[in-house]
């Protein structure tokens, strides 16, 4: 059988696949994975544009491993609530879960459709100005190591099974599966969204200041000075969504039905694409609504496209974005996709692109079937002169000469996986090259 990601990127024949039940059916896959000398890759929802999740020996699917497993609310002495659940569970069913019990998730990425495994392991983040990546949220893991053993380890740990800890909560699949996650959540509040016009020049002269937001994206149009801001304020005043047609225009009409149109047209007319832009730029309107947290941070992505993220150090964003824009206007790429970008803290997850310093994330996309792998290149030239991290699960060319430069705790990192697979049981080719020598 062939299995593909959702971007239909990557593409993977594995020999077994497996949909193991419990973390002890997942213990007894990886025992006899090892004993048959099969390498092993877990999948979640297959939103990695990489082929991080490729295998031709077993693939270990966690659709089976889901649902809220406890929910342990905050204490007297300081202690954060915290919910654990199970690693296969889509973002969107704990969203559900969380808010019929009266919690949330304090921060997340735009789409939902992502495993909660799937979504720690590769870095998923959202934007913010205290928190922004869904590691950095994890407090403990339940993992499936490669000789067929679990090990249950947290926060807490200031042994050998600290450093696993440490390692697991962005693990890329490398050091075992893991089969419950348990995140920091907190009483489910609301936000207030604001989307208006801007350009690219008034955001770049503000961005000290839109730092300062709660959180704060942007989505330029290539090609015009046209910017889509997003800013998402915390606030107590109760739910008050969009209306329906005003959520239609904007989620459906603007965000999928128009991107899908202006892909289509500029891929089949490429020299259009500026003036389609500018077009384009024109439907971005004013609304500001105040909604359940989830509702805010997660949209509906109906059209298919392929990403490349990196994460740049904040201090370099302005000069790095203004080159962004001379690069793509005078290349002979016509990219019609925007460009998003989100602003977030550092943090202290070993292998986090946001690790020890204030991040400015960028991501291009483009559309398939389209001449993007010239744009995309130059583009990843300019965010390695800047000490660029890309995203594990986002389009890269990086390998780990170059990873492990941009990464002080890689080779702890290394050593924790040295000591926990030195078979390479949880390992391919893309592994390979992001993390041997």
């Known amino acids: 059988m062939t299995w593909r990601n959702w971007a239909r990127t990557v593409e993977a024949r594995p ?38 999740a490729a295998t031709d020996g077993v693939q270990v699917r966690l659709d089976r491993l889901s649902g809220l497993i406890s929910l342990d609310a905050a204490t007297a002495e300081g202690a954060p609530a915290t919910a654990t659940v199970a690693a296969g569970t889509p973002l969107h069913e704990l969203n559900t879960a969380l808010a019929a019990r009266g919690y949330s998730l304090t921060n997340m990425g735009d789409i939902a459709a992502q495993t909660v495994a799937g979504a720690v392991s590769t870095g998923t983040h959202g934007s913010g100005r205290v928190t922004a990546s869904l590691s950095d949220q994890v407090t403990a893991v339940r993992l499936a190591l490669p000789d067929g053993t679990l090990a249950d380890v947290s926060s807490e740990d200031t042994s050998d099974d600290g450093d696993l800890f440490q390692a697991a909560r962005l693990g890329l699949g490398a050091l075992g599966v893991l089969t419950a996650v348990t995140l920091r959540v907190e009483p489910a509040f609301t936000l207030r969204a604001t989307e208006r016009p801007s350009t690219l020049d008034e955001v770049l002269e503000r961005f000290d200041e839109l730092a300062g937001e709660d959180h704060c994206d942007l989505h330029w149009l290539p090609f015009t000075g046209a910017v889509q801001l997003k800013v998402n304020r915390r606030t107590g005043e109760p739910s008050a969504p969009r209306n329906p047609v005003a959520a239609w225009w904007s989620g459906e009409l603007v965000e999928n039905a128009g991107v899908a149109l202006v892909q289509r047209i500029t891929r089949a007319a490429p020299k259009s694409t500026p003036a389609v832009n500018r077009t384009a730029a024109r439907l971005i309107r004013r609304s500001s609504y105040v909604d359940a947290a989830p509702n805010v941070f997660t949209s509906t992505r109906r059209v298919r496209f392929h990403e490349m993220e990196y994460a740049l150090p904040r201090a370099a964003a302005v000069a790095a974005l203004r080159e962004l824009r001379d690069l793509t206007a005078r290349g002979p790429w016509r990219i019609a996709f925007p460009v998003q970008v989100r602003l977030a803290p550092a943090d202290d997850v070993w292998l986090s692109p946001a690790y020890g310093r204030d991040t400015v994330y960028v991501a291009t996309h483009a559309y398939p079937r389209t001449d993007y792998r010239g744009w995309f290149d130059a583009v990843e030239r300019l965010w390695v002169s800047y000490g660029g991290r890309p995203h594990w699960g986002k389009l890269h060319t990086r390998d780990s ?22 078979g390479r049981t949880m390992a391919n080719e893309h592994l390979d090259r992001l993390l041997e020598s």
């Open 15 to 52: 020999q077994r696949v497996e949909r193991p039940a419990s973390a002890a059916e997942v213990a007894e896959v990886l025992a006899r994975a090892a004993h048959d000398g099969l390498r092993v890759r877990p999948v979640g929802a297959g939103h990695s544009f990489t082929p991080i």
């Open 401 to 422: 000469r170059y990873l492990r430069d941009q990464y002080s705790r890689m080779d702890a990192f290394r050593a924790v996986r040295d000591r926990v697979d030195p």
